[in-house]
């Protein structure tokens, strides 16, 4: 007969026994046991309007760097012998010089260990003065008023052409390839609109280019049906907007109610982008636009494509002009942390000037000044619906 063991004898086991269960799995549990490692969390703030008139712009900046932060962080990367876990803090400015400093203190205060933005020049310039004063480096993939480094701010830099070479290169092409006679130039007086129309104009008069109307707006205008009148009168081959898109768009509806549809319209990246062509609601004028990105076009460079395909699957119909400069960003932050060895900006920053950082960009690297070293442009169009680069 077999015999079962009784539930009363087991209360009946001597303490000593009991203990000595209890004690061995104790010890298969410590064993066993997987020591946990709490990793350090290495915060990267950025900046720009996604609020606004421009927050087209923002969200893809903001979509670019939280794609390389969450790349970075399937890499399970260890900096310094520390495993770190990256963390996107974004900020709104909304496109205004004021929200852009303040984003700036309270990215201070909140002891990030690195920026990515601001996108306009008229927030990036103010800002950088407050990152300057809290030691803490930054990387501008967007603002490209000549000014920001030229304030001996050691760790500021920028990651694409300044308006030199762009209102440069647009006038060289207004002159030289187009064979433009008259010019007739409009600027919404922000930093960015203003710097790169001062520059278009000063290049097209040395090239022998007639200005023939000089008009201001602003960058919450809508209506230029004025400003286009008195242009009109003047009978210009070309009209140079520096400004952005929002304001670009209606601008070029109105041009075609008012039969300026011969007039090639020229500007910058600001006006550059996808959206253009949903603001412009189908102008005609849209395909007499020619404007400068200061970079290779993404789909020359031997990684853009497959990043353009990776960025659509986890933004869709978001992207615009500037995510990829946010993702490199982002990235030559984190390179110049490894090759430091350390996440403190005091040590790594330092570091920034010696990059070498192989991007989807650019070669990323840096004059002594944070201007980046042989910066691209390319020029864009617009056919059948699509933005087209020229060259």
């Known amino acids: 007969m077999k015999m079962t063991q009784s539930p009363t004898l087991n209360k009946l086991l001597p303490l000593s026994a009991v203990l000595a269960l209890g004690l061995s799995s104790l010890q298969v549990q410590a064993q066993t046991a997987v020591p946990t490692v709490v990793p350090t969390v290495v915060r990267i703030g950025h900046v720009g309007p996604v609020s606004g008139p421009q927050a087209h712009y923002g969200r893809d900046n903001e979509n670019g760097a939280r794609m390389a932060v969450e790349e970075l962080n399937a890499q399970g990367l260890s900096i310094g012998g520390k495993k770190v876990k990256f963390e996107l803090v974004a900020e709104d400015d909304a496109a205004d010089p004021k929200q852009g400093t303040a984003a700036a203190q309270k990215l ?168 253009l062509m949903e603001l412009s609601s189908g102008a005609k004028t849209l395909g007499n636009v020619v404007c400068a990105v200061g970079g290779a076009s993404l789909d020359k460079l031997p990684a853009g494509q497959a990043w353009r395909a990776k960025y659509e699957t986890r933004f869709p119909k978001q992207f615009q002009v500037y995510s990829p400069y946010t993702y490199d960003a982002t990235m030559v932050l984190v390179d ?56």
């Open 108 to 275: 201070c205060d909140a002891k990030v260990h690195g920026v990515v933005g601001h996108l306009n020049s008229g927030t990036t310039i103010p800002a950088a003065k407050v990152y300057n004063q809290c030691g803490l480096p930054m990387v501008s993939p967007s603002a490209t008023n000549p000014e920001l480094t030229t304030l001996g701010y050691k760790q500021v830099f920028r990651l694409l052409a300044n308006d030199n070479a762009l209102g440069a290169g647009l006038a060289q092409h207004a002159a030289h390839t187009l064979k433009l006679k008259k010019i007739a130039i409009i600027d919404d007086r922000t930093a960015y609109g203003k710097g790169v129309a001062d520059v278009f104009a000063k290049t097209a008069k040395e090239l022998g280019l007639e200005v023939v109307s000089q008009q201001y707006t602003n960058d919450k205008a809508v209506d230029f049906m004025a400003i286009l009148t008195a242009i009109k009168n003047k009978k210009p081959d070309g009209i140079f907007f520096g400004g952005m898109d929002p304001q670009a768009g209606p601008m070029l509806r109105q041009m075609q109610n008012l039969g300026l549809t011969k007039a090639y319209v020229f500007g910058g990246d600001g006006i550059c982008t996808d959206k």
């Open 336 to 391: 110049a942390m490894k090759r430091a060895s350390s996440t403190d900006p005091k040590v790594y920053g330092p570091k920034l000037v010696e990059a070498a950082y192989q991007g989807v960009t650019a070669k990323v690297m840096f004059e002594s000044n944070g201007e980046l070293k042989n910066p691209a442009m390319t020029l864009y169009t617009y056919k059948d619906g699509k933005k087209v680069a020229l060259n």
